[in-house]
């Protein structure tokens, strides 16, 4: 089976976006919208992780078609994912350890050992894509698996309610942080609160992934592209309704993954993956606009992570005392009309100049898996 450009195009803007997300360098000044919700709300920084797990989805339906994994290959993706996810929250450390000369060796054992923190971005995709693709393999009829999808929702949900009915998604007191706190422990969590990819969100977020596995499962189906895109496109309706009617209970909140905001995300996505089917189909020559997409859409994790580590670098490097990238924001582009403005254009600047290297693999047919 081929690879499918819109799903490419896809988890490419996924990607991308999360770079976006990850890049301002002072979030006091960057334009709210482009900042996660703090608690409770969306905004177009939370799009960004659901949307990854969404497509992670997609691609288990389409490898799933070609060959059904064994339960050894899966359990070893999901155990090298969580330990890269676990290296991934060391670098920071290490990068200082070795770069900052007032950054002692007691300094990095309590940080990077004593307050390890488990949890992750990675770890977060290890366990969905595990127990999501477990879950696919076993039940494998779409109408079970979309029951299954409902069914981690309404325990997630049921879960904050019966823990604290007075208040079930307290910013103190809820589930989600109670989880944290039993495992892996306030020393190792990323917030004195909660963790944001704690144990418990893995609940909706494995939701998350099957609605993408569904959709992938139309996307791959050997109907016509009008009844593809009518059925995606009700799936979209009945997603976003169903979510609405939902937050009249529970919150809006990626930091814990609520039920409304795995249904809503997942209408978003639906309604991303309509118009990146339609419009190369209907409008040839947009293929050429979505290609950096594309590129950057088949070594999705590489780009991630290199990225991040390449943000990490040139936070901790220093220029009279000032981090290289804050050094070049605040001399080049926090002035520019606004530091609002600046901050955006440079986010922007960062996340575009991946594209490139994302090309040249592209066109070399290199493809980086896990």
Request: hydrophobic letters at 55%.
């Amino acid at each position: 089976m081929k690879r499918i450009y819109s799903l490419d195009v896809l988890r490419g803007l996924a990607i991308l976006i999360m770079i976006f997300v990850d890049a301002p360098p002072n979030l006091d000044e960057m334009y709210p919208i482009f900042v996660h919700a703090p608690w409770e709300g969306l905004t177009f920084a939370d799009l960004a992780f659901p949307g990854f797990v969404f497509t992670m989805g997609m691609s288990a339906a389409v490898s799933m078609a070609r060959r059904e994994p064994s339960t050894q290959k899966i359990f070893k993706r999901a155990a090298i994912l969580f330990v890269f996810g676990i290296f991934f929250n060391e670098i920071p450390f290490i990068f200082a350890y070795f770069l900052w000369d007032n950054f002692t060796s007691a300094e990095f054992f309590d940080q990077a050992i004593v307050h390890l923190r488990v949890f992750g971005i990675l770890q977060r995709l290890a366990l969905t894509y595990l127990f999501a693709t477990l879950l696919a393999r076993a039940i494998k009829n779409d109408v079970g698996i979309f029951i299954a999808s409902i069914l981690l929702l309404i325990l997630s949900s049921a879960g904050f309610h019966v823990y604290a009915p007075e208040n079930p998604f307290a910013i103190e007191h809820n589930i989600s942080r109670a989880v944290d706190f039993i495992f892996p422990g306030a020393n190792h969590i990323c917030e004195p609160t909660h963790d944001p990819e704690g144990l418990y969100g893995t609940f909706a977020s494995v939701s998350s992934m099957l609605f993408g596995f569904l959709a992938g499962k139309i996307l791959i189906d050997r109907a016509n592209l009008r009844d593809k895109i009518f059925l995606l496109g009700a799936a979209g309706i009945i997603f976003f309704i169903a979510g609405g009617i939902w937050s009249c209970f529970d919150i809006i909140a990626k930091r814990i993954w609520t039920a409304p905001f795995a249904l809503i995300t997942s209408g978003i996505e639906i309604f991303l993956l309509l118009a990146l089917i339609y419009l190369p189909d209907k409008i040839p020559r947009s293929k050429k606009f979505f290609q950096p997409l594309c590129a950057i859409g088949m070594n999705p994790l590489f780009f991630f992570l290199l990225s991040n580590i390449a943000l990490l670098f040139f936070k901790i490097c220093q220029v009279d005392g000032t981090g290289v990238y804050f050094w070049i924001y605040e001399g080049v582009f926090r002035n520019i009309f606004s530091p609002e403005f600046g901050s955006m254009i440079f986010c922007l600047i960062w996340s575009l100049s991946w594209l490139p290297l994302a090309e040249i693999f592209y066109r070399n047919k290199i493809v980086i898996k896990i």
